[in-house]
């Protein structure tokens, strides 16, 4: 086989390769929109992470019990690249009962919880007493309640609408207050609970974080109502 047909083989296996490639992306570029669509219809805002150029940092809707505002920015800490999302419930009628129910991991020795995010900082300090003892074996085994009126947080944490959705989640950090109710993903575990780092395209990341806008949008309803 001479040398020049050795090269055209090459050149030719190198085009069908390339063109291969250009199809798989024009089609993954298909599914991502069509997974950002699909975000839209369910969430009710559109989808940001990392990737998306010049997004604004807060995104709102209205729901039957409140505004609902969805917080994501990405910043540089300590060297690190963070991102910072929370989604925050603004509601009219004021809770009676405020309390914050964490993981126990997030919270440190000091008091601080680790990686708190929030609209305007990661680190909050905890602001009632605690921790409480929850009375159910599931609750307490992953959670720290922290509450003035111990008996009537306790009472709205093992309702049975709001205890399935803490438990049905990888990472809770709640806070509910007189000016509604303030959920946060400080580590991304929701995000990409249903759904690999790794992954080449970002639709399946994008339909796995649908669902956790979903589900953390109906706890915080849970919540306050």
């Given at each position: 086989?001479?040398?020049?047909?050795?090269?055209?083989?090459?050149?030719?296996?190198?085009?069908g390769?390339?063109?291969l490639?250009?199809?798989?992306?024009?089609?993954?570029?298909?599914?991502?929109?069509?997974?950002?669509?699909?975000?839209?219809?369910?969430?009710?805002?559109?989808?940001?992470?990392?990737?998306?150029?010049?997004?604004?940092?807060?995104?709102?809707?209205n729901?039957?019990?409140?505004?609902?505002?969805?917080?994501?920015?990405?910043?540089?800490?300590?060297?690190?690249?963070?991102?910072?999302q929370?989604?925050?419930l603004e509601?009219?009628?004021?809770?009676?009962?405020?309390?914050?129910?964490?993981?126990?991991?997030?919270?440190?020795?000091?008091?601080?919880?680790?990686?708190?995010?929030?609209?305007?900082?990661?680190t909050?300090?905890?602001?009632?007493?605690?921790?409480?003892?929850?009375?159910?074996?599931?609750?307490?085994?992953?959670?720290?309640?922290?509450?003035?009126?111990?008996?009537?947080?306790?009472?709205?944490?093992?309702?049975?609408?709001?205890?399935?959705?803490?438990?049905?989640l990888?990472s809770?950090?709640?806070?509910?207050?007189?000016?509604?109710?303030?959920?946060?993903?400080?580590?991304?575990?929701?995000?990409?609970?249903?759904?690999?780092?790794?992954?080449?395209?970002?639709?399946?990341?994008?339909?796995?974080?649908?669902?956790?806008?979903?589900?953390?949008?109906?706890?915080?309803?849970?919540?306050?109502?």
């Amino acid at each position: 086989m001479s040398g020049w047909l050795v090269v055209l083989i090459i050149v030719a296996l190198g085009a069908g390769a390339l063109i291969l490639f250009i199809r798989k992306v024009q089609g993954m570029k298909g599914d991502v929109d069509a997974a950002r669509a699909e975000f839209l219809q369910q969430v009710g805002y559109e989808y940001v992470s990392t990737l998306t150029r010049k997004s604004s940092p807060v995104r709102r809707k209205n729901t039957p019990d409140g505004g609902l505002n969805h917080y994501f920015e990405v910043y540089t800490e300590g060297g690190s690249r963070v991102t910072v999302q929370a989604w925050t419930l603004e509601c009219p009628k004021p809770s009676r009962t405020s309390f914050q129910l964490v993981e126990k991991k997030l919270v440190g020795a000091t008091r601080k919880l680790l990686n708190l995010v929030g609209p305007f900082k990661r680190t909050l300090t905890l602001a009632y007493p605690g921790p409480h003892p929850i009375g159910d074996a599931e609750l307490d085994a992953r959670f720290a309640l922290y509450a003035n009126d111990v008996a009537a947080a306790v009472w709205i944490v093992r309702q049975p609408d709001l205890r399935k959705g803490l438990l049905e989640l990888a990472s809770v950090s709640l806070i509910v207050d007189e000016s509604g109710a303030t959920f946060c993903d400080p580590t991304d575990a929701n995000m990409y609970a249903g759904a690999s780092r790794t992954d080449v395209s970002p639709a399946p990341a994008i339909r796995s974080a649908a669902k956790v806008h979903v589900a953390v949008e109906r706890l915080l309803r849970r919540a306050v109502g």
